[in-house]
């Protein structure tokens, strides 16, 4: 069992929708969470940071971590096609230099006009 | 500007031949990362370097040495490659106070 669980997709959604996109996980010592979106033939870029249990708020983007259950969201609203990109979550045991990131295998999202 | 540069951006060799590729950041960052991304999209650290320093050594072959002149540069040396070792190889680094920044990739391709 990876330390990490992601369903893969591929998501295919309209324009305009919420999306959610999930990960659970194993490892109860992971306290920082992320989400990376990454385009294709480009390097992942950070869109959302959170510490422990909450949660945050960015424009259309919303991440929720629930410790409890080993499970973190990120809710897109009204979703556009430039929104289209694998997302990948990924978490951590502490921010210092020299942590590793554990990441999730993404998931495929495709915003369809 | 680009933040974290890597070369080249794609790499196609035979197996058995040895290669490099090279990763630049011009952040000030303390900390520097190898990723490889497999054909699934999966990301694994392979190493880091906190100001040339060697800090995180996953379980990789010892066919791959990285090495790091200064901490601004992260290279990586791959010798006797193989067919598995074609993947995405990302660089990336970090700051204590900074999430982490990936260059564009090397898409590595043995044949």
């Known amino acids: 069992q990876k330390e990490v669980e992601q369903d893969p997709g591929p998501l295919s959604v309209p324009e305009g929708a919420i999306v959610s996109l999930n990960c659970t996980y194993s490892?109860?010592?992971?306290?920082?969470f992320m989400w990376y979106r990454q385009y294709s033939r480009k390097g992942p870029e950070l869109l959302m940071y959170?510490?422990?249990?909450g949660n945050k708020e960015d424009g259309r983007f919303t991440a929720q971590v629930d410790k409890s259950s080993k499970y973190i969201s990120l809710f897109i609203r009204d979703s556009q096609p430039s929104d289209s990109a694998t997302y990948l979550c990924?978490?951590?045991?502490?921010?210092?230099?020299?942590?590793?990131?554990?990441f999730g295998t993404g998931t495929q999202l495709k915003v369809e006009l | 500007d680009t933040a974290v540069s890597q070369t080249p951006k794609y790499l196609v060799t035979q197996m058995g031949n040895d290669k490099s590729i090279k990763c630049e950041q011009n952040l000030g960052h303390d900390t520097m990362y190898w990723y490889k991304q497999d054909s699934k999209k999966f990301l694994k650290i392979m190493f880091s370097?906190?100001?040339?320093?060697?800090?995180i050594n996953e379980t990789v072959p010892n066919r791959f040495s990285p090495k790091s002149p200064d901490k601004a540069h992260l290279n990586l040396h791959i010798n006797s490659l193989e067919l598995g070792d074609s993947a995405v190889y990302f660089c990336?680094?970090?700051?204590?106070?900074?999430?982490?920044?990936f260059g564009n990739g090397t898409r590595l391709t043995v044949t």
């Open positions: 990924a978490m951590s045991f502490n921010t210092g230099g020299g942590n590793k990131l554990t």
């Open positions: 490892n109860s010592a992971f306290q920082y």
């Open positions: 990336a680094s970090r700051d204590v106070n900074s999430p982490l920044h």
């Open positions: 370097y906190n100001n040339k320093e060697l800090i």
């Open positions: 959170t510490y422990s249990s």
